[in-house]
């Protein structure tokens, strides 16, 4: 046996560091009330704890669990602590659920509490008499932002329960296997399924996650993360970065790109993490008004494909290094991160951002294999793509309650998601399974046909879907949102993939839109467009 000592790896223990060892650094949230509220770790540890007080008074025991319906800010960022910290699951529900969803979600977690920010009032009120199991609703705000006369049962003031709670809190010991908080998957199909995450798996993820050639966050950094704290933990970074002590920036509600223009200048902020289609809307802004950054230098983009267009913008224009990293609600959420190895170094520039643009290599702890439709792994040739599959101890290994039975093929995980591995271990992702186009027999993969379209000036947004077609079953239509003030034909769009692509990929047809489907996790709705084209006739059927 080893003679170290046994320390359980639990959540409280970040909190508890970054108070002790960087207790007046700052977390600065844009509020829900309008104006920028600043303060320390060690305010964040101190209120945590009072919260943990609430909790308990309210009777919240270990294992149960407190929803939140909040934006990334600072009251959020106590739940993290508070709930977790004492025992208690934090259920992070995504408020752009529809409210039917979101009581269906809430029922099934079987919540106890759930705090809310006041943006989401009017959701809390349509949804509020549907759930079984709330005991009350609390409101992230001050008292005199009350709701004078709402229909909402059991109106509890956040506020005021930290104000009447006592700041004197051991963070309890307990298993670090014990449940810390859960996550439900959007569900495209079916119902929404929970993955339930551990102390320990978070703790370790929080590790893996900091590495330089991960997320590399460190003290020096200021770090604001677009990507929602109801979306898979905003990747991890409310725990990640303050166990580095790295100043934190919440955006709040404001993910237009003007507010986060302004708070990334005025936090002088050097990394930031979100889906792509977040980018776009800042790097509109800032392009349409000759600004550039004086302080960003570092961006993880991932949830889907980053267009590799976007990441030249970012690289070329505007100097910030891009890393393309890919993971799942079911994998904590971090899979592999895109970063160069020294061997690379001596790669010619078109090499690098080649190797740059796929979702890159595992990250230490997370196991990724190619196999085909019997289970056989595939080799690591950059050519042969495959059915993904991961292990690791931050990987799913049955949903909450059980639901849908045991996921996992002789110990791994199915990710759903199609793929190539290079000699490099570097993994592309060619397409979801469901999303790929079979066309006779053959696979068409529409991540690649999207990023040629979005390289095109004319394109703010493309899509691919396949469609009937007689002889070949499906074709891939490109489905394409026009810039403003660009034009662009059909046939100059199908023009442009000469030369890029095998000629047999090309799309059959490009149709026009003024918008394409966005879920509750900014990603397009490829299901939504295959309904919206279910009876589309391709001019070549
Ligand atoms: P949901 O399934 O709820 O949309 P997730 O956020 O868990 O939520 O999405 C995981 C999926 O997102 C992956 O299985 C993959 O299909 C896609 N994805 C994530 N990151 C990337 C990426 N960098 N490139 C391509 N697809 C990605």
Not at 96 to 121: K, W
Not at 132 to 160: H, Q
Not at 250 to 275: H, I, N, R, W
Request: charged share 20%.
């Amino acid at each position: 046996m080893g003679q170290m000592m046994d320390q359980p790896l639990l959540i409280s223990s970040i909190i508890q560091h970054a108070d002790r060892h960087f207790g007046d650094n700052e977390i600065v949230s844009r509020r829900v009330e309008g104006d920028i509220h600043r303060y320390t770790y060690h305010d964040c540890h101190t209120r945590s704890r009072q919260l943990a007080n609430a909790l308990g008074t309210l009777g919240v025991k270990m294992g149960d669990r407190v929803a939140t319906l909040a934006w990334n800010g600072y009251r959020h960022l106590e739940a993290y602590y508070g709930v977790s910290g004492s025992g208690a699951v934090l259920h992070t529900v995504n408020p752009r659920l529809h409210p039917e969803q979101i009581a269906y979600i809430v029922n099934h977690a079987e919540d106890q509490y759930l705090m809310f920010d006041m943006t989401f009032l009017p959701v809390v009120e349509a949804f509020a008499a549907h759930c079984t199991t709330v005991k009350g609703f609390i409101a992230l705000c001050d008292r005199d932002r009350m709701p004078a006369d709402s229909k909402i049962p059991n109106l509890l003031c956040y506020e005021e329960l930290i104000a009447a709670a006592s700041t004197d809190y051991e963070w309890p010991l307990f298993d670090e296997n014990s449940a810390s908080s859960l996550c439900y998957t959007s569900g495209t199909t079916g119902n929404p399924k929970g993955a339930l995450y551990s102390h320990r798996s978070t703790i370790l993820h929080s590790f893996a996650s900091t590495m330089p050639d991960s997320l590399n966050v460190s003290g020096r950094d200021s770090v604001l993360p677009v990507v929602p704290m109801f979306h898979v933990n905003a990747w991890g970074l409310p725990y990640s970065v303050p166990l580095t002590g790295a100043k934190m920036v919440f955006p709040g509600p404001a993910l237009d790109g003007k507010s986060l223009y302004e708070l990334f200048e005025q936090e002088q902020v050097t990394f930031s993490a979100g889906v792509p289609t977040v980018w776009l809307g800042l790097l509109n802004y800032v392009a349409d008004n000759n600004l550039t950054f004086s302080s960003f230098k570092r961006t993880v983009i991932g949830g889907s494909a980053c267009p590799p267009a976007m990441m030249k913008t970012l690289r070329h224009r505007y100097g910030i290094e891009v890393v393309h990293a890919w993971g799942m609600t079911e994998m904590s959420p971090l899979g592999t991160s895109c970063t160069l190895q020294s061997k690379h170094m001596g790669l010619s520039e078109d090499d690098k951002q080649a190797k740059l643009e796929k979702q890159g290599h595992a990250i230490y702890g997370v196991d990724i294999k190619i196999v085909d439709d019997a289970g056989l792994e595939l080799p690591w040739d950059g050519k042969t793509y495959g059915n993904l599959l991961v292990k690791g101890p931050w990987i799913i290994s049955s949903y909450y309650k059980q639901e849908g039975g045991s996921v996992l093929e002789d110990g791994w995980f199915p990710t759903g998601d199609v793929a190539t591995i290079d000699g490099d271990g570097y993994m592309q992702i060619t397409d979801r399974s469901k999303d790929v186009i079979k066309s006779g027999g053959e696979w068409i993969g529409t991540i690649d046909l999207e990023n040629i379209a979005m390289a095109h000036p004319a394109v703010l947004q493309a899509a691919c879907i396949g469609v009937f077609h007689p002889k070949w079953d499906e074709r891939p239509l490109l489905i394409v949102v026009k810039r403003a003030s660009f034009d662009v034909t059909r046939e100059e769009l199908l023009a442009f993939y000469e030369g890029k692509i095998a000629k047999w990929w090309t799309p059959d047809d490009v149709a026009f839109v003024d918008a394409l489907p966005i879920g509750a996790t900014g990603k397009f709705l490829k299901n939504k467009m295959r309904e919206q084209f279910k009876e589309y006739k391709l001019p070549t059927a």
